[in-house]
């Protein structure tokens, strides 16, 4: 079984500053079974990225996604009020077939 | 548009059976897969299970023993079974359209949870 490990747990910023989150994964995974979900408190979270880099209908252009093998990043280029929040990255396996949710970052205002 | 709309007790006893079920509108349940995920009280988010409009499933290892996830395609639903709950069971239960497409030679491209319900709240009480 993968296990995903988010870091870091919190990222303290201000609007505008720039958010790179992390999401190691413990064996190689397909960069086509990456994806990235934002989650606001009492709402269900919010498909961002999948495939790695691909982003979702309807996402800003200031989330982006990157990353292969083990190692995988969600960007956000400058922070808006709306984009604080917890952000969870999430893997596809095949084999076996399951799915895994990281464990989250949470992007707080500094 | 799609919507997705858990419906169930929100109250269960200990050692009872956890059932929940997911309504699926604005579109067909055909053809896709579809997952059940929670997020117990302060924290992450937990992959309990998913099935595909024909009937298949793929478990969480760390609950297969108790999970039982059925579809019903002629009322666009499908729905969540937890057998002998405790404590620990108590969380916001979400259903989620699973995108997925498989091409030949079996190449999965994954193209994550793009439709989610609201949510809804299950506490393991007696």
């Known amino acids: 079984e993968i296990v995903l490990t988010q870091s870091p747990g919190t990222l303290s910023l201000s609007p505008g500053e720039r958010a790179t989150l992390s999401c190691r994964a413990s064996?190689?995974?397909?960069?086509?079974?990456l994806a990235w979900y934002q989650q606001k408190p009492g709402q269900a979270p919010r498909l961002l990225i999948y495939?790695?880099?691909s982003r979702a209908t309807g996402i800003p252009d200031r989330f982006s996604g990157s990353g292969s093998g083990t190692d995988f990043t969600l960007t956000i280029s400058r922070l808006e009020p709306e984009d604080f929040a917890v952000y969870y990255c999430?893997?596809?396996?095949?084999?076996?077939?399951?799915?895994?949710f990281g464990g989250g970052t949470k992007v707080e205002i500094k | 548009q799609v919507q997705l709309q858990e419906s169930g007790p929100g109250l269960v006893k200990p050692s009872e059976t956890l059932s929940l079920t997911c309504t699926v509108s604005g579109g067909s349940i055909s053809s896709y897969y579809w997952s059940w995920i929670r997020q117990p009280p302060g924290k992450g988010l937990e992959w309990i299970g998913y099935i595909y409009y024909s009937g298949s499933t793929n478990y969480n290892p760390s609950l297969k023993s108790r999970v039982t996830i059925s579809v019903d395609t002629s009322k666009n639903q499908f729905s969540l079974k937890l057998s002998s709950v405790t404590a620990a069971d108590t969380a916001v239960y979400y259903c989620?359209?699973?995108?997925?497409?498989?091409?030949?030679?079996?190449?999965?491209?994954?193209?994550?949870?793009?439709?989610w319900g609201q949510g809804t709240t299950v506490t393991v009480s007696s």
């Open positions: 495939g790695a880099s």
């Open positions: 064996q190689s995974v397909s960069s086509s079974y």
């Open positions: 999430q893997q596809y396996g095949s084999s076996p077939p399951g799915l895994t």
């Open positions: 989620a359209r699973d995108r997925r497409d498989t091409y030949v030679g079996g190449y999965v491209y994954y193209y994550g949870m793009d439709v």
